[in-house]
């Protein structure tokens, strides 16, 4: 194949015709080997790519992992702020991500200049973002969280301090509910997990009266009231490990029901629809990575994660202050 590092470089991502006849597994197999390189990827990644990674997880457990790999090279099947984030973790390493373009619709909603302003406004504020956001507002923050360990976070702070949650509303609400308390909510959302439509799942729900609803708490309140469990990716799969139901409706990105199928063979999985008849509960940034990007950018090590090292050391602060207090609360090892 002739294409140049440059090109790529240049580009920021890769989109080329391979040759159909390589095999691709085998090929990312040597590469891995070869560059002593661990290729870490989401519970939302397409199939193939989860069956060739060295972890699955959710947030909370790959950020771990990027920490503590002492692989040279990290690949991160996932979006940029997964990918950044491993970047502070473990700035030694080479963190490469198989296409730049892997945004996240709730970590845009948090453009930092206006963030800055609203938490200016409110001073005596801390500042509690999770993951799911920039380098810039990671900079900006006191404590970072994630789905699985957000409520031992704010536990973690005393009653009686104010606390901006930011850029989920939808998580930051649920958080409001379960804890009691009554933080202020940047106006942000995940434009998949927004999606669900609360009359076909209900509709659905009446069709397998059996099936338990599973759903990730960045979806709506009306979804979550009526929800028999909410949690994050890797608790939603554990929750289907231990539960003894035959039927779940699975509120939340597609890409989690191969991991559920294949360590439940004989329970069945419905994906909870969207309200129009969209692919809409396929995230469109996660799916841009593919395994011939995968492999592309382990064959020509790029695109790169790089950033600046006062930024990198700002952002790193409040992901420490996360990790210790996960530690504490038994939540990782
Ligand atoms: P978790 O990985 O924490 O479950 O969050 C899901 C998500 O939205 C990732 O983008
Ligand atoms: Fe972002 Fe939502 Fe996609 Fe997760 S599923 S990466 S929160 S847009």
Not at 106 to 120: M, R
Request: aromatic content about 6%.
């Amino acid at each position: 194949m002739n294409i140049s590092k440059e090109k790529i470089l240049e580009k920021g991502f890769v989109d080329l015709e391979l040759d159909p006849q390589l095999d691709l597994f085998a090929e990312i197999e040597r590469l891995k080997k070869k560059k002593h390189a661990i290729i870490l990827a989401h519970y939302y990644q397409e199939p193939d790519i989860q069956d060739v990674a060295d972890y699955i997880g959710d947030s909370l457990g790959l950020a771990q992992k990027a920490e503590q790999t002492d692989a040279e090279m990290i690949v991160f099947a996932g979006v940029h702020f997964m990918a950044e984030t491993a970047k502070i973790l473990n700035p030694g390493k080479k963190v490469l991500l198989p296409d730049l373009r892997a945004g996240c619709s709730l970590a845009d909603s948090a453009p930092v200049d206006i963030f800055k302003t609203y938490k200016d406004k409110n001073p005596d504020h801390l500042v509690v973002s999770y993951i799911n956001c920039s380098a810039d507002i990671k900079a900006l923050s006191d404590i970072i969280c994630t789905s699985g360990n957000a409520e031992a976070i704010i536990a973690s702070i005393p009653k009686e301090q104010p606390i901006i949650f930011a850029p989920d509303r939808n998580l930051g609400a649920y958080l409001n509910k379960i804890t009691g308390r009554n933080m202020l909510l940047w106006n942000g959302a995940c434009m998949v997990h927004e999606i669900f439509s609360l009359e076909k799942i209900t509709k659905l729900k009446i069709r397998h009266p059996k099936a338990k609803l599973i759903s990730h708490p960045e979806c709506e309140d009306a979804i979550l009231r009526i929800s028999d469990f909410v949690g994050s990716t890797t608790q939603l799969l554990k929750y289907t490990l231990k539960d003894s139901t035959q039927e779940y409706i699975v509120a939340t990105e597609t890409g989690i029901l191969h991991q559920m199928q294949q360590n439940n063979p004989n329970k069945t999985f419905i994906p909870a629809p969207p309200t129009n008849n969209c692919a809409c509960n396929d995230c469109p940034h996660m799916k841009l990575n593919t395994l011939e990007k995968l492999y592309l950018c382990m064959e020509y090590e790029a695109p790169e994660i790089t950033m600046e090292e006062n930024l990198r050391l700002a952002a790193k602060k409040p992901m420490d202050r996360m990790l210790a207090i996960s530690r504490a609360a038994g939540l990782i090892g």
